[in-house]
């Protein structure tokens, strides 16, 4: 049998540089995308390690580009005999900018790298697996495209989007064959936070208690972050199961106020769970219950 073919974005650092590497490690000829080839040092150190360098094929793609994406894909299909089994849309930053500060040319780039992206590549990859009737697509979204959490609305929007794109997806290609996964990770040890743009600190007067408030509530998340490798594990289910889910949940503590919103057709109970995480105490009066 042919080996199989893997191409993830955002392999730099962080989930997609441990997902290249175990993605190797199952078997796979994995083309890493980054967008600078010099940022990939860690990614081939890596993968030395790990004895899967000749597995490995580093690639350069810029996923806010049309052009970038459409003319590497066609030459990884070219390598490969028009084979491609399995695509990771992983590559994406976040701007945490507050509301009102965020500005439409904010959303607007966020959503070009991180739901913009993703369309590029599935627009690539997907007439070659559809000529194949068969394939997995997974992407890279976040707990925060399933509950839109306070102080985030550039974010959230790209994670919210991503989230409605793939489900749709999925039931659009379950018929041919193709598979659309979503791995939600929450807080992972990456550089994630450190690439993030925005700051808190600029929201409006009347929203500072709130963003101090949920800031210290997400530093306390972030204090107790999963192992990016571990994480990785998530996107080599969604790649390997025997029938893939729909989503893959990296961070299980988000199940319960999960379980508060899909089964609340009003919205209320949403609401009421986000104000009490972002909200001081002494400002709950009103709110909902």
Known sequence: MAPKVALITGTNSGIGLHTAVQLCQAGYITYASVRSLSKAGALKKAAAAAGVANLLKIIEMDVGSDESVATVVNGLLSETDNVINVAIANAGYADFAPPEVASVAAFKSNM????????????????????????????????VGLMGTPMKPVYVSTK?????????????????????????????ASEFMANS???????????????????????????????????????LRAATDERPHLRYMAYEAMAPALGVKYSDLTGDKTLAVLTSISVPPTETSGGCE
């Open 197 to 235: 743009t925005g700051n808190v600190e600029a929201a409006p007067a009347e929203l500072r208690s709130v963003a101090n408030a949920y800031h210290t509530a997400f530093l306390r998340v972030m204090a107790d972050p999963l192992p990016a490798e571990e994480c990785a594990k998530y996107f």
């Open 112 to 143: 070009n790298v991180n739901f913009y992206g993703v369309v590029r590549l599935a627009n690539a990859v997907l007439p070659a697996m559809r000529a194949a009737r068969r394939g997995r697509f997974i992407a890279t979204s976040s707990v």
């Open 160 to 188: 919210f989007a991503l989230e409605g794109y793939v489900e749709s997806m999925a039931a659009s290609y379950a018929s041919v064959g193709i598979h659309f996964s979503l791995v939600e990770p929450g807080p992972v």
